[in-house]
């Protein structure tokens, strides 16, 4: 009876501790709600991204989701996801991830659209 009880209670703290960890991600903001940098930017990662990755989704595509990617307290590389390090990243590339050439002013558009993920 005490080795049942015990594994009960070992399910249960399991399942309480999964369940504690499985968060669910910040909405996007609606695209009725951009501003016109923020629809600039949502051009441009129609244009250059969206073949990688998928804007409202974790889920890998070529590369991975980037939904809530700056709200996340790390990228999957571990490291925070700040603007300097994500433009370090777009513009020089990653592992398999070519770089991409940008503006300045196209860089902080795509950044102002990633914010809204």
């Not at 996007?28 to 709600?33: D, I, L, N, Q, Y």
């Not at 991204?49 to 571990?78: D, E, F, I, W």
Request: glycine share 6%.
């Amino acid at each position: 009876m005490f080795a049942r009880n015990s594994l009960l209670i070992f399910a249960l703290s399991a399942t309480a501790v999964s369940l504690a960890g499985c968060r669910s991600l910040p909405p996007s903001k609606p695209s009725s709600e951009w501003t016109p940098q923020e629809a600039r930017g949502a051009a441009i990662y129609q244009a250059k991204c969206v073949r990688c990755h998928y804007p409202t989704s974790r889920h890998p595509l070529n590369g991975p989701g980037l939904q809530a990617l700056t709200k996340l307290k790390a990228m999957p590389s571990g490291a925070p996801p700040t603007d300097e390090r994500l433009t370090a990243v777009i513009l020089n590339g990653r592992q398999t991830m070519p770089g991409t050439r940008l503006s300045e002013d196209q860089m902080n558009d795509l950044l102002a659209y990633l914010h809204t993920l």
